[in-house]
């Protein structure tokens, strides 16, 4: 089944202690990214990756890092969480553009974060 | 800045109503204007998109309009059921000139509640 995963799905840690998030997909996409969504913030991107060893910030990447080692995976790091960083994550795949769904980005199931 | 706006932030109808929810954009390099739906737990998934080429796109109950030289388009749900009940995003997409992607921003969500 094509899909994308992440790892946690539930979370909760305190201040200042490292984390990282997992995320992977099986559809040898090349793009991928995260998000995260805050209510009446919508999905605002934090990373995004256009291939291997290629990454670059988005909107929000105060706080946060990622690596792209693999195409399959794309984690997410906070190397010393903060409270304003609890939020709903979702990582996201998409193919490369040529094909009419080459936009559509398909997402993983979220990471709820609680950061005390 | 927020390249999509949406609007409303939340919307109630009965069963059977036609909910309708308004996105407005101000780059015109947009080329690809998808809406996504999201039941609570889940990530968003693609409900349907539209190219800035076409004024309407119809995929069973949900319709988009689309207004170039106004720069906004919406959805509309026609004969609504309970079920749509989700939160609706907004997005558009711009594929700088060479590349293979085209990355997404998101309007902040409206969160759509049909009453049986």
């Known amino acids: 089944e094509a899909q994308v995963t992440q790892n946690p799905r539930y979370l909760i840690t305190v201040t200042g202690k490292k984390l990282t998030v997992t995320c992977s997909q099986n559809?040898?996409?090349?793009?991928m990214s995260w998000y995260r969504q805050d209510p009446g913030l919508g999905l605002r991107q934090i990373y995004y990756?256009?291939?291997?060893?290629?990454?670059d910030k988005g909107d929000v990447p105060e706080g946060y890092k990622v690596s792209r080692k693999e195409k399959r995976n794309f984690p997410l790091i906070l190397e010393s969480p903060s409270p304003n960083q609890t939020s709903l994550y979702f990582c996201?795949?998409?193919?490369?553009?040529?094909?009419?769904?080459?936009?559509?980005?398909?997402f993983g199931p979220g990471t709820r974060l609680t950061v005390l | 800045q927020q390249q999509v706006k949406q609007s409303p932030q939340s919307l109630i109808v009965q069963k059977g109503g036609i909910p309708i929810i308004n996105c407005a954009y101000e780059n015109t390099a947009f080329d690809y204007f998808p809406w996504y739906q999201q039941f609570p737990g889940k990530g968003p998934a693609l409900l349907i998109a539209i190219r800035p080429d076409v004024s309407e796109k119809k995929e069973g109950r949900f319709t988009i309009s689309f207004n170039k030289s106004a720069k906004q388009f919406s959805l509309h749900i026609m004969d609504s059921q309970p079920g749509d009940s989700a939160t609706y995003f907004c997005a558009a997409s711009i594929a700088p000139r060479g590349s293979t992607l085209g990355r997404l921003y998101f309007g902040r969500g409206t969160q759509l509640t049909v009453w049986p």
């Open positions: 559809m040898n996409h090349e793009y």
């Open positions: 990756s256009m291939n291997v060893e290629v990454t």
């Open positions: 996201a795949s998409n193919p490369p553009r040529g094909g009419s769904s080459y936009n559509e980005q398909f």
